[in-house]
């Protein structure tokens, strides 16, 4: 099994800055990659960053920028720098991570951390 634990949430005035951290633990040979999703109050659930094992990386279009993912591979760590905060960035950021499985590819969550931009 794998666990998947956020932290680093919390609040922040617009134009500040935070830094999420996010740990996959567990039996875990490989990941495929490693990103976020943010879900803000009565919206779907969105892919704001991922990085892939080879380090790639893409960013949503509201996000480009702003945020940096960044990973340690060996801890199977990933984190998302986010700089000049938007009042539109108050969500809850999950976590997401791709492992490699001998059945394929599974994805796990974290809990989900809030981010709350205030003015």
């Known amino acids: 099994q794998v666990q998947v634990e956020e932290s680093g949430g919390g609040l922040v005035q617009a134009g500040g800055s935070l830094r999420l951290s996010c740990a996959a633990s567990?039996?875990?040979?490989?990941?495929?990659?490693m990103g976020w999703y943010r879900q803000a109050p009565g919206m779907q659930r969105e892919l704001v960053a991922r990085i892939f094992s080879g380090g790639s990386t893409s960013y949503a279009s509201s996000v480009k920028g702003r945020f940096t993912i960044s990973r340690d591979n060996a801890k199977n760590t990933v984190f998302l720098q986010m700089n000049s905060l938007l009042l539109e960035d108050t969500a809850v950021y999950y976590c997401?991570?791709?492992?490699?499985?001998?059945?394929?590819?599974?994805?796990?969550w974290g809990q989900g951390t809030q981010v709350t931009v205030s003015s």
């Open positions: 567990g039996t875990i040979f490989s990941t495929n990659f």
């Open positions: 997401n991570v791709n492992v490699q499985r001998g059945t394929g590819p599974r994805d796990y």
